[in-house]
């Protein structure tokens, strides 16, 4: 009998020995016509086991050879593929023409109920009307109409110019430019057969068909179409504008003799940055409080090395010539995350918290979020967990805590969810911190990742009340990202407000490629704190430094005393993330505007001055942090000599970072700065050109370029 047993275990551990040689981990990339997929969904048929491709369409699964994988992705048809010999599989996806191709039985739209639309631009309310659709920007020229083209299922160039037909009437497309987005009934776009049935060879392109209220330019020839449609500017403005912006005022110049210290908390966000480009993108004017020029200047990536020591974060320092006033300098302090590989990275507890209220119906609302969330997905390990919770006129968990490696359950719970109702935005936080805090993981990485508008218009909503809820939650151990989608009604004060207050970060995603940008590329910055309540403070020698001031980091200021105080929050660092804040300096014997009289001597108050003479320091900077589940802050001290370089001698990175603050402070129309010269930043900015290979850089320069006439 117990020769029986042994020979039946040997015989199960063989059959387990060969079911595992037989598996093999499958690699490729999923495409369409216009190149790589991200957020494409893969599964291996029969079994709960999936993978989404990444930023750059690229996955991994495992399977056994003789297993059918699956390739889907929303509005392409699905394909299969054996599994066989090859580990490298790669896919082209086609339309889904049944899905997409639109059925008319008119040649121009139908009347139906639409509510105003929150476009800048006519052309944006096109984008997304079916695949194969482009809508280019020309960023070179500021203000161009965008070019339009339809890619037909033979072709996939992107020069297919279709027909434009206004209420019946044939149209240019710089005349569909001209017209406002609140005139716009409704939009149809014919494609193949669709369009040639109706329009003949004229329709061989493809047909753009729009409807406006009240028939504007019904019946009009097309001379008396260019005549109406002439005072029309390319630009129109957003109605209704209701986006929330907190106001604040630049930071002033001070004098080290009375302002010794300059104190504040550092700044990972760059919600500004993406959402000053929607705007510009849009042709749209950028309001100045949407501005903050510390989030311009830290979107970009800078050369810093890696940390050589115990601590979490290098220290640099750099001091040059300002670029806007020849007399003054610029002190650069930048920081550097250590890059903590994936491998090493702690599990996470993660709760997806998503806004499904009304106002989240439109494409780049809540369509957007469901496409981002999956590259975060794609991103998960197995030891990692997610839940989600929903809010709306309630708040509602629709997944319990699920394992990373089951990714097809998590996307499917996001495909699912449906727009509509109220905001109870209060409901939902309370909810998420819950679920976040019964499954908390210790020295984990725990996080509640709220993707919305920031539209709350039920229960706790003032940003005084949610600061307070906030700042409760944060105790819990907790940490807060903030997601904001939209625009038109966006909250960007809201939304600010929760990632400050929340040891939280905070990202405006204005498209796909931003979302593989913060939740892809920089997925370890963007989730996992390496250290928190990171502040800084400078002592300015009076010796050296006339009169100073921080540029941007207005909403950062601390006071001095909050320095050491333990109980102050601060921003996070995240791995591999770099931080940078920009002084300008009035140096000593330099005759400036900016310099405010000094106060007379005081008669009943003596300040002796420090004998020591220390010539060689321009100042001396402090910075403290905590580890991530620690409470007490820990000190670093670093000397900064008085050794300035010429700016042409300068670092790429000080270049390309003054440039950005540049911009920044033009679009704001400091009044501390007298060069507001396109031009200058521009040719600053690609004399800093390195270190580009995603080329978010040169797009900051086309972007510089768009705004020459309107600045």
Known sequence: ????????????????????????????????????????????????????????????????????????????????????????????????????????????????????????????????????????????????????????????????????????????????????????????????????????????????????????????????????????????????????????????????????????????????????????????????????????????????????????????????????????????????????????????????????????????????????????????????????????????????????????????ALENLNAGGSTAGGAGINLAYKIAAENFIKDGNNRVILATDGDFNVGDSSNTDMEKLIEEKRKSGVFLTCLGYGMGNYKDSKMETLADKGNGNYAYIDNIQEANRFLGKEFKGSMFAIAKDVKIQIEFNPKQVQAYRLIGYENRKLRPEDFKNDAIDAGELGSNHTVTALYEIIPTGINSNYVTNQPDNLKYTQVQANPNNYTNELATVKFRYKKPDGDKSIEMVQIIENKAVLLQNASDDLKFSSAVAWFGLKLRDSKLITNKSSEDIIKLAKQGLSNDSEGYKAEFIRLVEATKEAY
């Not at 160039?157 to 710089?174: M, S, T």
């Not at 080290?256 to 004017?285: E, H, M």
């Not at 197995?382 to 990373?404: E, F, N, Q, R």
């Open 1 to 412: 009998m117990k020769n029986v047993k042994l020979i039946s275990l040997a015989l199960s551990m063989l059959v387990c020995f060969v079911t595992m040689a037989q598996e093999k981990t499958i690699t490729g990339t999923v495409s369409d016509n216009a190149g790589p997929i991200p957020g494409a969904t893969i599964g291996v048929q029969k079994t709960k086991k999936t993978a989404t491709t990444n930023y750059e369409g690229k996955y991994t699964i495992t399977a056994q050879k003789g297993d059918v994988l699956v390739f889907s992705y929303i509005g392409l048809k699905s394909q299969t593929r054996i599994v066989g010999d090859k580990n490298i599989i790669d896919i082209k996806l086609e339309e889904d023409q049944q899905t997409l191709n639109e059925v008319v039985v008119v040649g121009y739209g139908t009347s139906r109920s639409k509510k105003k639309m929150t476009t800048a631009h006519s052309t944006q309310m096109i984008q997304g009307r079916t695949m194969g659709l482009q809508v280019s920007h020309n960023y070179d020229k500021a203000m161009a109409s965008p070019s339009i083209a339809i890619r037909k299922e033979e072709s996939i160039a992107a020069k297919n110019e279709p027909l434009y037909i206004i209420d019946g009437v044939p149209a240019k497309a710089n005349q569909i430019a001209k017209i406002n987005p609140n005139d716009i009934q409704d939009i149809k776009v014919l494609k193949d057969d669709n369009a040639t049935n109706l329009y003949g060879r004229k329709g061989k392109n493809g047909v753009i068909v729009l409807a406006t209220k009240n028939e504007l330019y019904k019946n009009l020839s097309e001379k008396e179409l260019d005549a109406k449609l002439t005072h029309l500017t390319t630009t129109q403005p957003v109605e209704p504008n209701q986006e929330d912006y907190d106001t604040f005022i630049e930071n002033a110049f001070e004098s080290p003799k009375t302002a010794p210290l300059s104190t504040f908390s550092i700044d990972v966000d760059n919600a500004s940055y993406t959402n000053i480009r929607r705007f510009i993108n849009n042709g749209q004017a950028v309001p100045k409080d949407a501005v903050r020029v510390e989030e311009m200047v830290n979107f970009f990536k800078y050369n810093y090395p890696q940390p050589k020591d115990a601590h979490p974060f290098s220290i640099n320092t750099e001091l040059s010539d300002s670029p806007w006033n020849s007399k003054n300098q610029i002190l650069k302090i930048g920081l550097q995350g250590k890059n903590i590989p994936t491998d090493d990275l702690p599990a996470s507890n993660l709760v997806f918290l998503i806004d499904v209220s009304g106002s989240m119906s439109e494409m780049n609302k809540l369509p957007l979020l469901k496409q981002s969330m999956k590259i975060l997905v794609n991103e998960l390990r197995k030891k990692d967990k997610v839940a989600i919770v929903v809010y709306a006129g309630a708040a509602g968990m629709v997944l319990p805590p699920t394992s990373g490696d089951e990714k097809k359950t998590i996307i499917d």
